[in-house]
């Protein structure tokens, strides 16, 4: 080990004084190469290593041979593994997306296979086709079946030798149209996919070269059909060899035998020379759940998130039966409320799990959990891009925050509570022209103006859980405040000139990545046995939602995970009792950004879902997160574990 020490320092000495010359190159190069340890590349000799790479590449650059100096041979059969990624850019084509990966040094061929590059989307390995040479290569492309996704995260992860390089990407076609026209098959307009009838649909939509005075050539209309949750069905596509400066083409598309889901459409104009898109994006014609929430005899769908109140359903399941006697359209409904989570883990999931059903109405409910869960500026942020977000859709819900009784706070009357996070609330709602519908306040004035009520018929004793019966009651005031006011909670959203926080972003951009593809040391296990519970309150068993998972129960096990992103959010499940994390997040130069510990994150195999480490406002650049068990002798005999199932990550 001391051998190893001076021969590192020996080696670092070296590279500081060396000339920046010919000679001092191919000086610094031999003296490393006289080091060369005999055990070849392991973690501890990695340092040495890597600079003795780099001595080689510059000499090699100034054209001075190498050849017949001691182990220079040795070192060209290894020096592929110490391969580093100096760029992976992505281009969308017409019907697949490339990445091109760069490299600073050549490397075997070979290493570039199925085994060391993946491609994921979410936890799901995605196809692709390699691109490469057959001997020696420093860049190779990897094409990715694109199916005119008209907006896909992606992973990119490669690793082999010292290598585990990863990237997460977008692939983004833009929209484009003019004068887009949707008709039935009999000639009937209609607004979106949405009131797709028999499964035909025609489109036409006119082109028009208002810029481009030498005329377009060579390029591709393309047309694709889309289910609710964004995923392709079907594509058509017409060629269009020269427009010239202010002509115009007409462009019509029929489809047949359309699925019932299909729900979006979006057209893509791309030149096929460069592969860029033609135009600019343009929307297509905002629709309402406001227009359908006003017209009893629509359908309606309603989404609800929230937290544990929400996820039992026991205020939400009778307002559903209670909202539909006064309609004769059909209302269904989605229930992604979490236990225990606040609006942080809301609004990174609030397009995934709410906005992808094209909600009429979206109900959200976190203030309580805000109390203790989020800081009062992240809470407004999650608020206003709840908002700001529903708005950025194709179709506009209805959204609605509920304000849930609080039988603790109140009796406590601490100001700090939900009445405390109601006002926090309504500071932005109001900026917005919108009203929470507060049923906290709608109790109180039951409970003052009945003498026969009370606490009792809404909220357990010392709780905030409502039972059955008293899910109910609450749904039942909730009800009627609708009923009586329906102008005053029913409204378009409309964005006024400036947001009400500069620095809310208008959309999370977020993706869930499995736990398996981060740097995890032998002291944690992949999906570990595990039993389902019956959590107070819900009466149903709750299942492990996670498709993979990881955890230990080892004191000082470590975990490291890099990403590119200003916020990230880890997901998992978790009971009474568990273990604690120390997490650092430092950007690539090892500053320290963020740290903290992570509580009570797994516990007796009693779990539900939940989430713990959450961070926002990074910069937009790369960071590493680094997690360690904490140090806990009497935790580790009982077998307390902190686990993982998801890693959700936001790029702007």
């Known amino acids: 080990m001391h051998k190893k020490i001076l021969c590192m320092t020996i080696a670092f000495a070296i590279l500081l004084s060396a000339m920046v010359s010919a000679e001092g190159t191919t000086a610094t190069a031999t003296e490393l190469l006289m080091q060369y340890p005999a055990e070849g590349i392991t973690s501890e000799t990695s340092d040495y290593f890597f600079m003795l790479k780099d001595a080689v590449l510059r000499a090699e650059k100034d054209g001075t041979p190498l050849n017949g100096i001691p182990n220079y041979d040795k070192f060209q059969s290894v020096r592929w593994q110490l391969c580093k990624v100096l760029s992976a850019e992505v281009t969308a084509m017409n019907e697949s997306a490339a990445v091109v990966v760069t490299l600073d040094t050549k490397i075997p061929a070979e290493q570039i296979n199925t085994d060391t590059v993946s491609i994921l989307r979410g936890n799901q390995e995605v196809n692709y086709t390699l691109q490469k040479g057959t001997d020696t290569i420093d860049v190779f492309r990897i094409l990715i079946p694109n199916q ?22 977008s692939i983004k076609n833009d929209i484009s149209y003019n004068t887009l026209t949707l008709t039935t098959s009999d000639g009937k307009v209609i607004e979106s996919p949405e009131q797709l009838q028999n499964g035909e649909l025609n489109v036409s939509y006119q082109i028009t070269n208002h810029t481009h005075q030498d005329g377009i050539s ?29 002509q115009s083409k007409q462009i019509s598309f029929s489809f047949v035998n359309l699925p019932e889901r299909t729900k979006r459409i979006s057209s893509f104009m791309w030149q096929n020379n460069n592969l860029k898109p033609l135009v600019e994006k343009k929307e297509l014609k905002k629709t309402y759940g406001y227009d359908n929430v006003m017209d009893p005899s629509k359908d309606l769908h309603i989404s609800f998130i929230g937290g544990s109140i929400t996820q039992g359903g026991h205020y939400s399941n009778p307002l559903l039966a209670l909202l539909q006697q006064d309609r004769t359209g059909t209302i269904t409904s989605n229930n992604a409320g979490v236990g225990g989570t606040g609006s942080n883990y809301g609004t990174i999931r609030f397009y995934d799990e709410v906005l992808v059903h094209h909600p009429d109405i979206v109900f959200v409910e976190f203030t309580l959990n805000d109390q203790t869960k989020v800081n009062r500026l992240t809470m407004q942020q999650n608020v206003e891009s709840m908002i700001r977000e529903s708005y950025a859709q194709q179709h506009v819900p209805v959204i609605i925050f509920i304000h849930i009784p609080d039988r603790r706070y109140n009796e406590r009357l601490q100001n700090y509570g939900i009445t405390s ?14 009203f929470a519908l507060n049923s906290h306040q709608l109790v109180l004035d039951s409970i003052s103006k009945h003498p026969q009520d009370s606490w009792d018929n809404y909220v357990k004793s010392n709780n905030v859980h409502p039972d059955a019966q008293q899910g109910k009651n609450i749904a039942n005031l909730m009800y009627q405040e609708l009923k009586n006011n329906p102008t005053k909670y029913y409204q378009k959203i409309i964005l006024p ?39 107070e309150g819900y009466g149903t068993p709750i299942q492990n939602p996670y498709q993979q998972y990881i955890a230990s129960s080892k004191s000082g096990a470590t975990l490291q995970f890099q990403f590119t992103g200003t916020r990230i959010l880890l997901c998992g499940l978790t009971g009474g009792q568990g273990r604690e994390c120390t997490y650092t997040i430092t950007d690539m130069e090892g500053n320290i950004e963020r740290q903290g510990t992570c509580h009570n994150y797994l516990a007796n195999y009693k779990w539900y879902e939940n989430n713990s480490l959450v961070e926002f406002g990074l910069s937009d650049t790369q960071h590493l997160l680094t997690l360690t068990v904490s140090e806990d002798a009497e935790a580790d005999a009982a077998g307390k574990m902190f686990g993982i199932g998801e890693i959700w990550v936001d790029e702007k």
Do not use: C
Not at 421 to 427: G, M, P, V
């Open 497 to 535: 000139p400036e947001k009400y926080i500069a620095e809310t972003p208008d959309v999370f951009h977020a993706t869930a990545i499995s736990p398996l593809y981060t740097n995890f040391d032998e002291n944690w296990m992949i999906n570990p046995e595990i039993r389902n519970v019956v959590a």
């Open 148 to 169: 005119m996704w008209e907006k896909e995260n992606l992973r990119l992860r490669i690793q082999f030798g010292m290598l585990n390089y990863t990237k997460l990407f």
């Open 421 to 434: 996070n109601i006002e926090k609330y309504d500071q932005v709602l109001n900026h917005y022209g919108l």
């Open 218 to 246: 060579n390029f591709t209309v393309y047309t694709a059909v889309y289910d609710q949750n964004g995923s392709f069905i079907r594509l058509k596509k017409e060629a269009v060899d020269m427009l010239g400066y202010e």
